[in-house]
């Protein structure tokens, strides 16, 4: 059965730092890794999806990288701003699951003025 | 453009009470979710739905029955809930072709008390 970890559960950092969320996934056949942004009492929103093909995909301020093979992503966020303080989460869709995604509990960031 | 919109968002419910969670998605999707949130046990899937007419259970089926009425509308339904019901339910809609899976597109979530 898959399992998704992100570490750490919670960030607190100061704005303008760069940073790294961690992403880890038990088994690495995967079709695709998605990360998710959720503002308190919203919805997901989609953030980036990365083929299983792909190494990484960039939006903006957001770098995300995909090692398949060791079972890991990662969430790079720079120049953090207030605006980013939410929780963030990864999920993959496993070649056996169909269109199933399997979800991390996430990370909470929080970035302070 | 609305996305995935949902149904109610906020219900209280007595133990025993049913009920129904409606949603709609306006991207022409062919594949639609249910998820259920809780804290410290993250997203489960409930049920999804590959295409009109067809559904499967996720990994916390018991208790809900779904019906995929057409390619738009993908509804929850608690026949009897129970306390172990109280949730925020997610509805989830993407593109999907073979092994290609799209973005997952959420609502905002429908927000359940059972006493």
């Known amino acids: 059965k898959q399992e998704v970890t992100q570490i750490p559960a919670a960030l607190s950092v100061p704005e303008g730092e760069n940073l790294v969320l961690n992403c880890s996934f038990t088994?690495?056949?995967?079709?695709?890794l998605q990360w998710f942004r959720q503002d308190p009492g919203k919805g997901l929103t989609s953030l980036l999806l990365?083929?299983?093909?792909?190494r990484e995909q960039t939006s903006g301020r957001l770098n995300a990288s995909l090692d398949k093979s060791s079972g890991r992503s990662t969430l790079y966020i720079a120049a953090s701003q207030p605006g980013d303080s939410a929780t963030y989460l990864c999920?993959?869709?496993?070649?056996?699951?169909?269109?199933?995604?399997?979800f991390g509990e996430g990370t909470q960031l929080t970035v302070n003025p | 453009n609305a996305g995935v919109t949902q149904t109610p968002k906020f219900q209280v419910l007595k133990t025993g009470q049913s009920m129904t969670l409606q949603c709609a998605q306006d991207m022409n999707h062919n594949s639609m979710y249910w998820y259920r949130q809780d804290p410290g046990m993250g997203l489960r899937l409930i049920y999804y739905?590959?295409?009109?007419?067809?559904?499967d259970k996720g990994e916390v089926p018991n208790g809900y029955n779904v019906s995929r009425l057409n390619k738009r509308e993908f509804s929850l339904r608690l026949e009897s809930a129970a306390p172990s019901q109280t949730s925020v339910y997610f509805c989830a809609s993407s593109l999907t072709s073979g092994s290609y899976t799209g973005e997952l597109f959420f609502g905002e979530g429908s927000r359940l008390t059972v006493l």
């Open positions: 990365i083929q299983s093909s792909q």
């Open positions: 739905s590959a295409s009109e007419g067809t559904t």
């Open positions: 088994d690495s056949a995967i079709y695709n």
């Open positions: 999920a993959v869709v496993g070649e056996t699951s169909g269109s199933r995604l399997t």
